[in-house]
């Protein structure tokens, strides 16, 4: 039986659109994906074809006009449902891994299947783990919030997150780049006073020499 409570494979596959897994087509099974997906859309939203409601599930706005379409058509036709189709399904639904992952193990809960109780908490854990050893920095705790202020869609990865795993992620980023910036920096001043150094070392036997 083919599970998919796993972000690693579930990446695997949907960058492979072409290709087979366990001897199963992806091409279908990314469209299996898209059709669960769709399905939690709302009513009116599958009427309209487009996210209307902040739930954090189903289709995100940047993306629901295009996969609704697609899901609605491709129900109706599957030969709808052409590579090119899969493809550009295949590089949205990357997206979507946390609610693919909820999906899948609902159906494996619904079958009697029982999930490890590792696998269900180390998403969790993960994300608890980084924001309690990450100090809080207040410069890059004014970057977060600025974000989640003036762009939520990015700020959650476009509904992909939890506040609290945003924030984690955030934290972890934001710190990521002042560290690589102050690397940079004093790379960079290193650089600097050994130019200086050696300037100093050239010009030394010049004076001596003119003098």
């Not at 609605?72 to 030969?79: F, H, N, P, Q, S």
């Not at 869609?153 to 924030?167: H, I, P, V």
Request: charged residues 30%; contains cysteine; glycine residues 4%.
């Amino acid at each position: 039986m083919l599970t998919l409570n796993d972000k690693t494979a579930l990446v695997t596959i949907l960058s492979n659109p072409a290709g087979k897994t366990e001897g199963f087509p992806n091409s279908k099974i990314i469209h299996k994906m898209l059709e669960a997906l769709y399905a939690r859309q709302t009513s009116d939203e599958q009427a309209s074809g487009a996210t209307r409601h902040d739930n954090s599930i189903g289709f995100s706005g940047c993306d629901s006009e295009f996969l609704s379409d697609v899901a609605a058509k491709t129900a109706v036709k599957r030969d709808f449902f052409s590579p090119k189709q899969c493809a550009a399904v295949a590089k949205c639904l990357k997206r979507y891994t946390r609610q693919l992952i909820e999906i899948a193990e609902e159906k494996m809960r619904a079958n009697g299947i029982v999930i490890p109780e590792k696998v269900r908490r180390s998403r969790k854990a993960a994300v608890q783990h980084v924001a309690k050893e990450l100090p809080l920095i207040p410069e890059v705790e004014h970057q977060i919030a600025e974000l989640r202020d003036t762009d939520i869609e990015t700020f959650t990865r476009d509904g992909e997150m939890t506040e609290e795993e945003a924030l984690a992620y955030w934290r972890n980023e934001f710190a990521n780049r002042a560290w690589t910036q102050s690397k940079n920096e004093f790379a960079q001043l290193e650089r600097e006073q050994e130019e200086a150094a050696y300037t100093t070392e050239m010009e030394e036997p010049l004076e001596r020499t003119c003098s």
